[in-house]
């Protein structure tokens, strides 16, 4: 059983709403929505229609990021006096490349009590369909619109041994995908397009085939994209030690012992000798 029973004055709700399919809302969440003195929505219009879905007749206010912190002003005062308030974005987790932050930090520098309504994050939806089974990953959230700006973010992720997780529109999908294959190489990738909506698209290929399905038909949708790392970067993320990884490229790779004592050494930053020396060793062994 929850701890919260009724809505608390002065309290801060951030609300997760669906990410498409509106049976994904909790029950919590639609009981805090009607019990709140106030919702404060990204866009009202968008909003209204999940309240009236549900016959929730709480009044709103609009939070969208380029009003950020003028509103979060005016709503930590009414915080202050004794609402409550829940704020909710479009679709999923607010706060998760969605306005939010500036209204929590806010509130919780006030001393106001902040909630969290956990619920959907096309995130942590996509994630759980990829079938990664990696133990990390990094979010990046939406990558530069403009060009040079998401050439050097990619360039700056090349050796990352994470699966790299963005969020991207139909719009700019076939851009990013683009600058993945040239910089990052065609690495294996996982779409997943309308997430919880009717036309839901999981895909699982190589980037440069994801790229050719974006130019074969129009992409519409959007997506959450993940890259897998670079093979060889994340077998030294797993924390193997260098005869690990020796041991490793001996068995998995065609590589020559010449070759792999080289790389070795290079990602290490260790004595082409020294590892040379431990890679004659090991492969002798065989
Ligand atoms: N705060 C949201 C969350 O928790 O997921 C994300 C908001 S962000 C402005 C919107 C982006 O999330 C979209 O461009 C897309 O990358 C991703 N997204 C949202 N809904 C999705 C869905 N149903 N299927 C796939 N991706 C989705």
């Known amino acids: 059983m929850g701890k919260d029973k009724e809505t608390v004055s002065g309290t801060l709700y951030i609300a997760a709403t669906p990410i498409g399919n509106l049976e994904d809302i909790t029950l919590r969440c639609l009981r805090i929505l009607k019990e709140v003195d106030l919702i404060a929505a990204e866009d009202t219009r968008h909003t209204r ?139 294996q990738g996982f779409w997943a397009r309308e997430l919880t909506k009717a036309f839901e698209d999981l895909k699982s290929y190589k980037v440069s085939t994801l790229l050719e399905l974006t130019t074969s038909k129009k992409s519409r949708g959007e997506f959450v994209l993940i890259i897998e790392p670079d093979k060889d970067k994340e077998v030294c993320a797993e924390g193997k030690n260098l005869q690990e990884l020796l041991l490793w490229y001996r068995d998995n790779t065609d590589m020559t012992l010449k070759d792999v004592s080289r790389k070795l050494a290079d990602d290490l930053g260790l004595s082409r000798s020294s590892v040379y020396q431990q890679a004659l060793d090991i492969y002798q062994r065989k």
């Not at 995130?123 to 619109?145: C, D, N, Q």
């Not at 041994?161 to 040239?182: G, T």
């Open 49 to 187: 229609k999940l309240l009236t879905h549900f016959n929730i007749s709480t009044p709103l206010i609009s939070y969208y990021r380029e009003k950020e912190v003028q509103r979060s002003t005016q709503l930590v005062e009414r915080l202050v006096e004794g609402e409550s308030i829940a704020l909710v974005s479009d679709a999923g987790t607010p706060g998760i490349s969605d306005p939010g932050a500036v209204l929590v930090a806010r509130a919780r520098g006030a001393g106001i009590n902040v909630v969290p309504l956990p619920g959907a994050s096309a995130l942590t939806t996509a994630l759980s369909v990829s079938g990664l089974t990696h133990p990390h990953f990094l979010f990046l959230g939406f990558a530069p619109s403009k060009k040079s700006q998401r050439r050097s973010l990619l360039t700056s992720l090349k050796n990352s041994p994470w699966p790299l997780v963005f969020y991207e529109s139909p719009r700019r999908i076939q851009n990013l995908l683009s600058d993945i294959l040239k910089i990052l190489g065609d690495r």
